[in-house]
């Protein structure tokens, strides 16, 4: 049975081995929710696939810092003036 919220129309069916612990926390959370086990392992990936995601982009904006030049040595103090001359 397909949770209410599901939106993905083909899904693949996994085997994972889990610990005691982290099957006792998961029914948990799960119960709590009043969801699924598969929901909120579902849910789980999905929020580290988009952690990794938000660390990639960041890793990248980070490395372009420095990685462009203007040719201008003032435009830290006269960019409102570069700019307004556009």
């Not at 610990?19 to 086990?37: F, G, N, S, W």
């Not at 579902?42 to 980070?62: F, G, K, P, T, Y």
């Not at 810092?65 to 307004?84: K, N, P, V």
Request: net charge negative; proline share 1%; hydrophobic share 50%.
């Amino acid at each position: 049975m397909l949770d209410a919220l599901a939106t993905i129309v083909h899904m693949r069916r996994m085997q994972v081995q889990l610990t005691e612990e982290q099957v006792d926390a998961l029914t948990e959370r799960a119960r709590a929710a009043h969801r699924p086990i598969a929901a909120v392992v579902r849910e789980a990936v999905d929020a580290l696939i988009a952690a990794d995601q938000r660390s990639m982009r960041h890793e990248r904006a980070v490395a372009a810092i420095g990685g462009f030049h203007s040719g201008l040595g003032d435009l830290a103090e006269r960019h409102d003036e570069y700019l307004d001359g556009m």
